[in-house]
Every structure is written in C-alpha cells, then in structure tokens.
C-alpha cells in the first residue's frame, strides 16, 4: 500500500512538473516575442525619426567693450522634430578677435583732458614747433 501511494505521487509530481515546464516555456516564449517586438519598434521609430530632426542654427557677432574689444560669434541652435521644438536654446560663445581701439581711446584720453582743464597737446605741438622756426628764421 505505501508503494502504491508512492507511485502515485510520484507519477502526480512529475506530470506537474512537466506541465509547470511546459507553462513557464510559454510564458517565456511570450515575454522573448514582447521583448524583440518593443526592441524592433524602437528601431523602427529611431530611424524614422532621423529624417524628421532638424537642428536650427542662428549666429550674430558680438563686441563688448570700449577701449579693449572682444569680438566673438555666438552661435545659437536647438533641435526640431518636425518644425516643433524639442529642446532649449543652446549658445556657444567663439572668441575671433580682441584688440585694442586706438581712435576710442583718443576719444577717451580727450574727453579726461578737457575734464582736467589740460590744453590741448598737438596744438602746443604745433605751436612749439611754429615758434621755434620763427626765432630760426
């Protein structure tokens, strides 16, 4: 009697297992086929995509300062799907050139001039230079 019933559990376990085998497998076969669909439409959708991005790109040139300038591009873009913007505007600021103004800093050297009450000093140039040639003469 006890083999019997051994038999029978084991005869009962085993068609269990082989069923909860054959479930599983399934339910494997399932979430693999999911997987590759969701992975198969990514890629589909990214390389439709591709053609629809357009990156917009506007850049103007920029000076700061009055005696000592910088001259620099900035260049400002952002990306669109489709004419709608998807992203912010981002800046990039190229230095290109950066010198010293000699005629703003006449201008400046002037204007301290007639502040201070200074006479003007190519005019006494001049006058110097006059006078001396009168006394040679």
Avoid: C
């Avoid at 000592?68 to 290109?96: A, C, D, N």
């Avoid at 010198?99 to 400046?108: K, Q, S, Y």
Wanted: aromatic share 8%; glycine share 8%; charged share 30%.
């Amino acid at each position: 009697m006890i083999w019997l019933t051994f038999l029978a559990g084991t005869l009962l376990g085993s068609a269990f297992t082989y069923f909860l085998t054959i479930h599983f497998k399934k339910l494997n076969a399932i979430e693999e086929r999911i997987r590759a669909e969701k992975l198969e439409s990514y890629h589909e959708g990214r390389i439709a995509t591709k053609g629809e991005l357009t990156v917009e790109r506007n850049s103007y040139v920029k000076q700061k300062g009055i005696i000592h300038k910088v001259e620099s591009v900035v260049i400002t873009e952002r990306i669109l799907l489709e004419g709608i913007p998807i992203t912010p505007f981002y800046e990039q600021e190229h230095r290109v050139d950066e010198h010293i103004d000699a005629r703003e800093l006449g201008l400046v050297a002037d204007k301290i001039r007639v502040m201070a009450g200074l006479p003007d000093l190519t005019k006494m140039g001049f006058g110097v230079i006059q006078k001396s040639l009168n006394k040679r003469i």
